[in-house]
Every structure is written in structure tokens, then in C-alpha cells.
């Protein structure tokens, strides 16, 4: 069994940091491919950011790129979103979610939600004054 469990979220004020964590857990499992979407109140799941497991392909959206970015820990099967200047647009719960491979597709996917085979629970951020 896949298990992939957020943890990081929280209260944060306008321009604060948070850092999101990414377990991916499962004896036989070993992620090529992780990825942050959020989803916001009443709103679609966004793409925000993806890696390729050994960091070669990295991939941003735009609303966050300058102000997040992903590092990994590959021994512990850990993927962390380091968030900066958070704004309030930034609130929402964010997911991590993971792809084995390797996959030609995931250049061309990684923005895609339905491209990720595995789900995390998700972890509320949310940045108010």
C-alpha cells in the first residue's frame, strides 16, 4: 500500500514562510515523480509545483514561482514546498501527490492532476492578518 502524508500547514500572516512536508511510505513504492497542487473554497485543483525524484525536471506555476520552491529528501522518501512571501491567495488545502516511473509524460503532464496515481490527505494553509 502507497502512502504519501502532508504535514506543515498552518495560520500564517501575510509575507511569512511555511514549509510543507511529503512522506511517501510503501515498501515496494519508490516515487519517480511528486507534485503540490492546491485547491482553494470553491474553487478547482491547481497545479503548484512538480519534481522529477532526482530533481532533473522541476516545474513551477507561475502565481508561486520566485516565492516556493521544492527540495527533497530522497533517503527518507521526503519532498518538501518551502513557501515564502505567502499571500492570501496562498490559502487553500495543499496535497502532495506522486507518480512512479520513469514516464516519458511527465514533461508534458506533470501540471495534470489526473497524471498522479497517489494522493495525500492534504494540509490547510492559511495566510490572514
Known amino acids: 500500500q502507497v502512502q504519501l502524508a502532508e504535514s506543515g500547514g498552518g495560520v500564517v500572516q501575510p509575507g511569512d514562510s511555511l514549509r510543507l512536508s511529503c512522506a511517501a511510505s510503501?515498501?515496494?513504492?519508490?516515487?519517480?515523480?511528486m507534485a503540490w497542487f492546491r485547491q482553494a473554497p470553491g474553487k478547482e485543483r491547481e497545479f503548484v509545483a512538480a519534481v522529477s525524484w532526482g530533481g532533473v525536471f522541476i516545474y513551477y506555476a507561475d502565481s508561486v514561482k520566485g516565492r516556493f520552491t521544492i527540495s527533497r529528501d530522497n533517503a527518507q522518501k521526503t519532498r518538501y514546498l518551502q513557501m515564502s512571501s505567502l499571500k492570501y491567495e496562498d490559502t487553500a488545502v495543499y496535497y502532495c501527490?506522486?507518480?512512479?516511473?520513469?514516464?516519458?509524460?511527465?514533461?508534458?503532464?506533470?501540471?495534470?492532476?489526473?497524471?498522479?496515481?497517489?494522493w495525500g490527505q492534504g494540509t490547510q494553509v492559511t495566510v490572514s492578518s
Open positions: 510503501g515498501r515496494t513504492f519508490s516515487p519517480h515523480y
Open positions: 501527490a506522486a507518480k512512479g516511473g520513469p514516464d516519458a509524460a511527465f514533461r508534458s503532464s506533470f501540471f495534470r492532476s489526473t497524471y498522479y496515481e497517489y
